[in-house]
């Protein structure tokens, strides 16, 4: 029987951890793609994610050209190699774990990419120096398209809106709400697909990479294996199909106060950049771009509308995403090196410490749980369906009048 | 901006972006917007103008087809988005591999 190295091990626990994050990026994200189409009734939550669920599966399949290396140009490429190298990408994916467990409990929406090179970045500094850091890869990759992705999505979401309500003006109220909630069914769609294509493929370019640096797979022939592909893709659809509604409450209910029209201009305002942006070549964070649309539909409605306390708490959470990431990584590195560098115990020891802060971050989460039955509009989405078949019902509120 | 040798913000592509994602996102609300607005009305019309109602029939199908096209631009996108470079033998990740004892 073949011996078992300390490299088997720690391939193992990326493997698997690699899997674990891609389910926690999953449930991080439901409330991106769907978290509008449930707010305003146009699906019921259990619909919404499920539906969310399988397009993140297609997605995941629909494009096979994975990103090569999460890490590319953000830190010195020799860093990560080797058997260390596989523990430092491990201690990262833990740290981003973390974090992303740690917003969702604050029911904050943050960036799970944005966690996860946090998370390289800490190991890095942490097990080598901070002159391991690529600040300009860091800058035009990270920073940069995190600053600009949010706000092109909220212009074009605000001033979508607000042709929406000039439209509705003609159209009539209630035919205009009804005829927008099947809109945003088909937009909650595409980000759907698009949050697939993305971020699934971001995990099987780590695991990937860590059977090349194995040597399982040659790096002159570079491919994703079939059982990486459907194993991410799983994941990510569980994830999505657990449904995060403490995040999807903030996002459709907690930001602004969301009407179908706002809902669907937030969705397509998403859609475009995400996938412009990626086409592109830019990469970003599907949270911010979906959050900066939610916002500048509320701003294009009504500017009174936005709750910005909330927006001032999400901000904090992204501003802390990739420092906090990062701690927790270099945290996860330093109590492995205590068992010896590249060693299979310090990893197994760090893993299990994980799962025992996930499980105590899930118990204190019961304690204000937000459920399905919780966000269901759809009973009102039908009240409304109804009046405007009878010709009447209930008018929108001032901000339609925009 | 720049540091060093290249540039942190490609201006042609962020351009690109922002002209991409304004006729995606502002273009399809109004076109979806006409679309209820030419099916609204041709109800409306219904029993009393049948030419008028073909009128709005029509409008809404170039709507509905617009709406359409766009969805499937967005589709093709998400599938040939260019790809990553192919990791070098001695790039990130890349090592020999370990011996097994």
């Not at chain 1, 709750?307 to 330093?334: D, F, K, R, S």
Request: net charge positive; hydrophobic share 50%.
């Amino acid at each position: 029987m073949a011996r078992v190295s300390a490299s088997d091990v720690i391939l193992a626990l990326v493997v698997v951890t690699g899997v674990c994050f891609d389910f926690t990026n999953g449930f991080h994200d439901t409330a991106n793609a769907v978290a509008t189409a449930i707010a305003t009734g146009a699906l019921k939550p259990r619909v919404a994610v499920a539906m969310s669920a399988v397009l993140n599966l297609v997605g995941a399949f629909i494009s096979i050209k994975v990103a090569a290396t999460i890490a590319k140009g953000i830190v010195n490429a020799h860093v990560l190699s080797g058997t260390s190298g596989l523990s430092l990408v491990f201690a990262a994916l833990i740290g981003a774990i973390i974090w992303n467990l740690t917003t969702w409990y604050f029911t904050m929406p943050s960036s799970s990419s944005h966690a996860l090179i946090g998370g390289v970045i800490g190991a890095t500094i942490v097990a080598s120096s901070v002159k391991q850091v690529k600040v300009h890869g860091l800058l035009s990759s990270v920073i940069f398209p995190a600053l600009f992705s949010p706000i092109i999505c909220g212009l074009v979401a605000m001033v979508g809106t607000f042709s929406a309500y000039r439209l509705i003006k003609r159209i009539g109220e209630n035919q205009a709400r009804k005829g927008y909630r099947y809109g945003q069914i088909g937009s909650a769609a595409l980000v759907s697909l698009a949050h697939g294509t993305n971020d699934a493929q971001k995990t099987m370019g780590v695991i990937t990479l860590a059977l090349i640096a194995h040597g399982d797979i040659s790096a002159n022939h570079f491919y994703v294996p079939f059982w990486v592909k459907l194993a991410c893709a799983t994941a990510i659809a569980l994830g999505t199909a657990i449904g995060g509604w403490r995040i999807i409450n903030t996002m459709g209910n907690r930001l602004t106060n969301i009407e179908s029209p706002q809902g669907f201009s937030a969705e397509s305002a998403s859609a475009s950049v995400i996938l412009a942006s990626s086409y592109y070549g830019y990469p970003l964070s599907t949270t911010q771009v979906v959050s900066g649309g939610v916002l500048g539909s509320g701003l294009g409605k009504q500017l009174a509308s936005v709750h910005w306390n909330v927006v001032g708490q999400m901000v904090t959470a992204w501003v802390l995403t990739i420092p906090a990431a990062g701690v927790m990584g270099g945290i996860a590195w330093e109590i492995s090196r205590i068992f010896g560098k590249g060693s299979a115990s310090g990893s197994i020891v760090i893993g299990f410490l994980a799962a025992v802060a996930a499980g105590m971050i899930f118990q204190l989460a019961q304690r204000n749980k937000i459920g399905a039955h919780d966000l269901d509009r759809s009973g009102q989405a039908e009240a409304e369906a109804e009046s405007a078949r009878d010709g009447g019902g209930p008018p929108l509120p001032a901000g339609a009048a925009a | 901006m720049a540091i060093l040798a290249t540039p942190i913000i490609n201006g042609n592509a962020l351009w690109k972006i922002i002209v991409a994602s304004t006729i995606g996102g502002v273009g399809v609300v109004i076109v979806f917007g006409l679309l209820v607005l030419c099916v609204t009305r041709a109800e409306q019309v219904r029993a009393s103008h049948g030419g008028e109602r073909i009128l709005y029939l029509a409008g809404g199908l170039l709507c509905g087809a617009f709406c359409i096209a766009v969805i499937v631009i967005g589709i093709y996108a998400m599938a040939k988005k260019p790809a990553s470079p192919k990791p070098k033998a001695a790039a990130v990740l890349v090592a020999p591999p370990p011996t097994r004892s």
